[in-house]
């Protein structure tokens, strides 16, 4: 593989035994236009989520002790509803939130988002999300995590690219 | 063993792969005193934590979407201070919130607790806690959670029972 075609892939882990999502991605951005691009809600709904839905963001108070909610609607209609809260925000440097899905109102994970500076005004993100179970887990990603988050961050690179 | 001795003792069970702390315990309460006692800043006040710790409140916004912040000191003089969120509050039913201590400000657990009636006016909690490490959640363990958990419940075994 040449790096062009490996450059900013998004990488997606599942823990074996511990109900681990863990996911690895780098940008052409410097930490803060990715941090800016998490915690400004308006821009959130620019890049979070599938292409082939839209994102309408209901609270976003994206501080420490902070919650947010948000829901996201396809051609067919169908609502999906979000929420959760910002247990921790700090700037250029960490995001941890809680996030659940109406849907499955008891299914809960806890997100903790780590940004680092990279050479060349570049930055990576990891984001490790944990759940109760392992059976919770792989729920969630069988109900079509990984097209939102590769598709979210594709969308993100576009955003970033403009500015 | 005769359940004069078992009758209403704390059960702490660590995860074997999972890093998860599950707490089981009943109270001579209803639910819903229960539920008070857990949602109350200044019911919570009176119980949490370990005898030789006082308590003090800043912040208990008990509601979805909330935030709470607390400090306990002891004879020592040394503060120890704690914060979280409050991912989802059910009546008498489900709390689950975020937890970290500033003395390690990386880690960072939820605590998803349910409440369920017994006979008898009795009722049960069940506490599941989960971190992103295996080493955290030790490290959690380690530091004295036990004798905090039991002491806490036997606070609020008190405060129950005065009404």
Redesign the interface.
């Known amino acids: 593989m040449n790096s062009s075609t490996t450059r900013n892939q998004t990488s997606i882990e599942l823990g074996d035994?511990?109900?681990?999502v863990t996911i690895t991605r780098e940008f052409d951005a410097p930490v803060a236009h990715l941090f800016r691009a998490w915690t400004d809600g308006d821009l959130v709904a620019r890049w979070m989520g599938p292409r082939s839905q839209t994102m309408h963001i209901e609270?976003y108070d994206c501080t420490?002790?902070?919650?947010w909610?948000w829901w996201s609607s396809g051609e067919d209609g169908v609502e999906h509803h979000f929420?959760?809260?910002?247990?921790?925000v700090r700037r250029n440097d960490?995001l941890?939130q809680?996030f659940?899905y109406e849907g499955f109102p008891?299914s809960?994970?806890?997100e903790?988002l780590h940004l680092e500076a990279l050479d060349g005004g570049r930055c990576r993100l990891t984001s490790?999300s944990?759940?109760?179970?392992?059976e919770g887990r792989d729920a969630m990603v069988a109900s079509g995590m990984e097209r939102g988050v590769v598709e979210g961050y594709q969308k993100l690179d576009t955003l970033l690219a403009g500015g």
């Open positions: 035994t511990v109900p681990t609270r420490t002790g902070g919650a909610r929420y959760g809260s910002f247990h921790d960490r941890v809680t659940s008891d809960v994970a806890l903790i490790v944990v759940g109760a179970s392992v």
